[in-house]
């Protein structure tokens, strides 16, 4: 087992992923991957010179200069958030040295995860919460660990 993919959100059971992960990679010697997808669909849409939104109103118009740098401000924050989880999952790996890397990727999570898995086809295992930040339900999966699962051809160990 050479790289595993940790799809990480800074929740508790993406934490208990790591550890997990972190204790099967140096047991085999492996590379692992941390990836963080930030979820901003919207930004792209509205931040894209040239695209209308929907105002307020309901009505399709440009967005105004104000609520622009508003959003950008928002980005931003949003940008710095999942960067500290990125270096606080990366620095809970410092046993791993140099083994452990990260990726920060844009787009609806699992989606993003899928496409990363499908065009990394060295990842020989995906280690994954059962729930993110949305919240934890005694007896069902998250939905973006549910169809990751459903979605890969890779081995995935679901932890919780």
């Known amino acids: 087992m050479k790289k ?3 799809p990480i ?12 992960a972190k204790e099967i990679a140096k047991a085999f010697k492996s590379e692992v991957i941390l990836l963080h997808v930030i979820d901003m669909p919207s930004f792209k849409v509205i ?3 040239g695209l209308a939104s929907v105002t307020g109103s309901g009505a ?6 104000a609520a622009l740098a508003s959003m950008e401000e928002s980005r931003e924050s949003i940008q ?3 960067e500290k989880i990125l ?4 620095a809970q790996c410092i046993v791993l040295g140099d ?4 990726v920060l990727l844009e787009g609806r ?4 995860i899928i496409e990363f898995i499908d065009a990394n086809k060295d990842i020989d295992l995906v280690v994954m919460g059962s729930h993110g930040m949305t919240g934890f339900r005694r007896f069902f999966i998250g939905s973006v660990t549910y169809k990751v699962a459903l979605s890969i051809d890779r081995p995935i160990l679901i932890v919780r």
């Open 47 to 49: 931040l894209n010179p």
């Open 80 to 82: 710095e958030t999942a």
């Open 87 to 90: 270096e606080s999952a990366k």
């Open 99 to 102: 083994k452990v890397s990260t």
């Open 109 to 112: 999570p699992a989606d993003m």
């Open 4 to 6: 595993i993919l940790v």
């Open 60 to 65: 399709v118009g440009p967005v105004p200069p």
């Open 9 to 20: 959100d800074g929740s508790e059971c993406s934490k208990l992923a790591i550890e997990k």
